[in-house]
């Protein structure tokens, strides 16, 4: 299984950026795709997910700037960033989870068992 994450860049406060995640070697349908974020010096935190069926969870502090979506036909997912701020800086991750496990835990790290390699998002202020 392959999940690679482009996209990721230097963007000013305020500024757009689209993150991209293809994955492979999975069947694509049947996971809940999340993307998640790393901070220098924090944990990794949840941003966004969608199930396979378009509907979609979101972190607090980004509601109302990012959107994910997702192609099942492309087996891509992807994370539409507006009005980017410098607490957007961090390292994005996009993952998978088995649709079989509890929404309730969409946000939890520990229930996706594939990861992508991160791509760098720096918002300068």
């Known amino acids: 299984v392959q999940l690679q994450a482009s996209g990721g860049g230097l963007v000013q406060a305020g500024g757009s950026l689209r993150l991209s995640c293809a994955a492979s070697g999975l069947t694509f349908s049947r996971y809940v795709m999340g993307w998640f974020r790393q901070a220098p010096g924090k944990e990794r935190e949840f941003v966004a997910a969608?199930?396979?069926?378009?509907?979609?969870y979101y972190a607090d502090s980004v509601k109302g700037r990012i959107s994910i979506s997702r192609d099942n036909a492309k087996n891509t997912v992807d994370l539409q960033m507006n009005s980017l701020k410098s607490e957007d800086t961090a390292v994005y991750y996009c993952?998978?989870?088995?649709?079989?496990?509890?929404?309730?835990?969409?946000?939890?790290?520990?229930?996706?068992?594939?990861w992508g390699q991160g791509t760098q998002v720096t918002v300068s202020s």
């Open positions: 993952a998978a989870r088995s649709i079989g496990l509890p929404i309730a835990s969409v946000s939890e790290p520990r229930g996706y068992v594939y």
């Open positions: 969608v199930t396979w069926n378009g509907n979609t």
